[in-house]
């Protein structure tokens, strides 16, 4: 789960971690009054959506006077933003941040994530801090340097001496960022993070090092501990499918094929998915049901595949290991009577009660396309989206 900017900063706040003074808004009355309350001779005003590149997609620019402010602001919330991570469509701005526009004398960078590979905690940095970041990575590697944090031992002082004179930082600033990053581990383990990221972490004009902007990802499988930030999600800067899918418990990303999937197990659903393309189709979505799925959830993924238009078939692969497959077979009865599904529908099942499964489809008098295997069930889907069968 992402969070936006300005709830970032709260945490960082609440751990230590220095910030400029800001205020989020949801309308223009609302930042003119955070303006006003601010001490500054400008400010910053930024876009709050869950995508980065907002400063050269328009979602980051300053004011000098209250008349700016307005302007910007009525600017920012009446449309999408669209950023290099958005997609063309963009994401609505419901929020700015207001913050005091701060001097900058150096941009660095600094995160915090799980490395996977390591099966660690990892440190990333750079002395090339800002917008343009992704391409130091890719230009100019020895500009980034990372290191990885033992889960027993925890972060320690000799890690961040390293870090301070890779990024050439003198004995004050050195100091600062030795609290910065003890910060950061902590939040970052209190809290169930999978991600921080400071970029820029900046140098301001008093010598300082402050976090100018703030990403944080918190680990979603953790959610149910963490159930004061799990009320900070953020319904509208997601895909309204996949908040509805939330709700019923699977696990749904659209794509943009037109051959809808509905699978139990995520290593299925990529086979599946995989499968497909190998075969001349575009999957139209990952749609995970779980192991444990009921005949509701496959009515609901049923719902969630056909509110796409461009779905020309349906194929369910099942395999009933946990789950039987004639209750799976009842589910998917019920969910196609129930939506009125126009499309071919392509059904493979195998496991637990498979062939009471088959038996109750081919007896419903529904016009569904069997399968033997995984290998003729895409085929199929395919032929069927071509309007081959």
């Known amino acids: 789960m992402n969070l936006h900017e300005y709830q970032a900063k709260q945490l960082f706040a609440e751990y230590g971690i220095p910030v400029p003074a800001g205020s989020p ?3 223009v009355e609302e930042a003119l009054r955070a303006a006003k309350a601010l001490d500054s001779d400008g400010w910053v005003i930024k876009a709050q959506i869950h995508a980065g590149g907002r400063g050269k997609g328009g979602g980051v620019k300053l004011a000098a006077n209250l008349d700016e402010v307005k302007t910007i602001v009525s600017q920012m919330l009446s449309r999408n933003l669209v950023t290099k991570q958005t997609g063309s469509e963009g994401q609505p701005v419901h929020r700015v941040l207001i913050e005091v526009n701060t001097e900058i004398r150096d941009e660095l960078y600094l995160s915090m994530l799980v490395d996977r590979s390591r099966k660690r905690i990892s440190i ?3 002395t090339e801090g800002g917008m ?28 961040s001496r390293q870090l301070g004179h890779a990024l050439r930082l003198d004995k004050k600033q050195r100091k600062q960022l030795d609290h910065i990053l003890k910060s950061m581990y902590r939040l970052f383990m209190e809290k ?20 100018l902007d ?4 918190i680990d979603d499988n953790a959610l149910f501990r963490q159930t004061i930030l799990a009320e900070w999600r953020d319904p509208e800067q997601e895909d309204p499918l996949e908040s509805e899918a939330k709700r019923f418990d699977l696990n749904f990303v659209r794509l943009d094929g037109e051959i809808g999937c509905m699978v139990n197990g ?8 995989d499968i497909i393309k190998l075969h001349g189709g575009k999957p139209a979505n990952f749609l995970d049901v779980g192991g444990g799925t009921t005949a509701e959830k496959v009515t609901e993924a049923f719902k969630l595949i056909l509110s796409e238009p461009k779905i020309k078939a349906i194929l369910v692969n099942i395999f009933g290991g946990i789950v039987r497959c004639d209750l799976i077979a009842e589910g998917v009865i019920t969910a196609i009577r129930e939506v009125d599904i126009d499309i071919p529908v392509v059904v493979r099942l195998e496991g637990t009660n498979v062939e009471a499964g088959k038996k109750l489809i081919q007896e419903s008098g ?9 290998d003729d069930a895409a085929l199929k889907a395919v032929a069927a989206a071509k309007g081959e069968i």
């Open 25 to 27: 808004a949801r309308s």
């Open 124 to 126: 990333i940095a750079s």
């Open 132 to 159: 343009n970041i992704e391409e130091v990575a890719e230009q100019n590697p020895d500009k980034i340097f990372s290191l990885t944090i033992d889960l027993i031992m925890g972060l320690q002082a000799y890690q």
């Open 192 to 211: 169930d993070l999978s991600l921080i990221e400071i970029n820029p972490l900046i140098i301001d004009d008093q010598d300082h090092l402050k976090a």
């Open 214 to 217: 703030a990403k944080v990802t």
């Open 266 to 273: 995520a290593g299925l659903a990529m086979a599946t998915m």
């Open 366 to 374: 529904l016009s569904v396309i069997t399968a033997e295997d995984l």
